[in-house]
């Protein structure tokens, strides 16, 4: 029988609930199912988890790490971030220590080594973008995670988001594959103009005489409505940091901006609310202001070369819901 190798495979969830229950202190057995999963290499897996008392938490079991470069240390840096802030009172989804006090634990999947964690569980529903009070929160809370994450002691090595990371890379990846395309050959050139300004201009910025020091340390990375969900009393819990780690604050502010299209809004007010949220807790310097734009065509170029990793996509279908 020959062997084959697997790009995208998922764990059973009820091999998993038993590994879970063996793992951790409920007490119990535990039920789990696979939710909200779209079908493709570069997500997470994501598992409500309940226990015999009825708690509900969520299960991550992350993508291979080889794709990432990532190491284990990577998970262990978002896992201590979490634990810190969650510590320093922000509304942050919190890693579940194992019986043996540890948060990360791995699995041996057919595409290779495979990491998990347990997670509190985010209550409430997904922030409405037109909401300009949940906008105020969600500004003024990023704003209180950007302030107390100063005070972050870093245990565990991870991989920072300078530029390497959120243009070059991003770069090679997409000349790879246009390149030798004449139907990409416009667009190609059209993306390398803009990413060497939008370089050029972070580069400025980051080394002239106004450049704050706090502009640069623990971020989120990946900032979006969909990562936050507010309760009945309009309180927000944050979630899903898988693309955390160090950079610059502004950005975390941009990639907000593009991933709620906030800036293309009809209404004004709607941005003005996020930003006087943000405002209240740590004003912006005028360095960090100006670095937005350039910023958001960076993320649209690094969003560019993420789609074009190796293996691709497996699929688009969302497969199971809550």
């Known amino acids: ?51 015999s008392s009825g708690d509900k938490f969520v299960a991550r079991v992350y993508q291979v790490g080889t794709r990432l470069q990532r190491q284990e240390s990577d998970y262990l840096y978002e896992l201590d971030w979490l634990n810190f802030l969650e510590k320093e009172g922000l509304p942050v989804s919190y890693p579940i220590a194992c019986k043996d006090g540890r948060f990360l634990g791995s699995i041996n999947a057919p595409e290779g080594q495979r990491y ?21 929160i969600f500004g003024r809370e990023m704003a209180r995670i950007h302030v107390a994450s100063n005070k972050y002691e870093r245990k565990y090595d991870r991989r920072v988001l300078d530029l390497e990371f959120l243009v070059d890379k991003p770069v090679q990846r997409i000349k790879r594959y246009w390149d030798e395309d004449e139907g990409h050959k416009e667009d190609l050139e059209l993306l390398l103009i803009s990413a060497q300004e939008a370089k050029d201009q972070i580069l400025a910025l980051i080394s002239n005489e106004k450049h704050t020091v706090d502009s640069w340390g623990p971020i989120g990375g990946d900032f979006h409505s969909g990562s936050v969900f507010f309760d009945d009393n309009n309180q927000p819990t944050f979630f899903n940091f898988d693309w955390c780690g160090t950079g610059w604050r502004a950005y975390d502010i941009a990639v907000f901006l593009h991933n709620s299209d906030l800036i293309h809004q009809r209404s004004p007010e709607l941005a003005e609310a996020f930003f006087a949220g943000y405002y209240a807790e740590r004003p912006l310097s005028q360095n960090e202001h100006e670095a937005i734009a350039p910023f958001l065509t960076i993320r649209r170029i690094w969003l560019t070369g993420w789609f074009m990793m190796n293996d691709g996509l497996a699929g688009h279908s969302f497969i199971a819901s809550l």
Do not use: W
Not at 7 to 18: K, N, P
Not at 19 to 35: N, Q, R
């Open 116 to 136: 998990y964690a347990l997670f509190s569980l985010a209550r409430g529903a997904r922030m409405h973008i037109n909401d300009e009070e949940q906008l105020f």
């Open 1 to 51: 029988m020959e062997t084959i190798r697997v790009v995208r495979s998922f764990v059973d969830a009820t091999a998993l609930a038993e590994l879970i229950a063996a793992k951790y202190d409920f007490g119990g057995p535990v039920t789990c199912k696979l939710f909200s999963k779209m079908v493709r290499t570069q997500d997470n897996d994501h598992y409500l988890v309940t226990t």
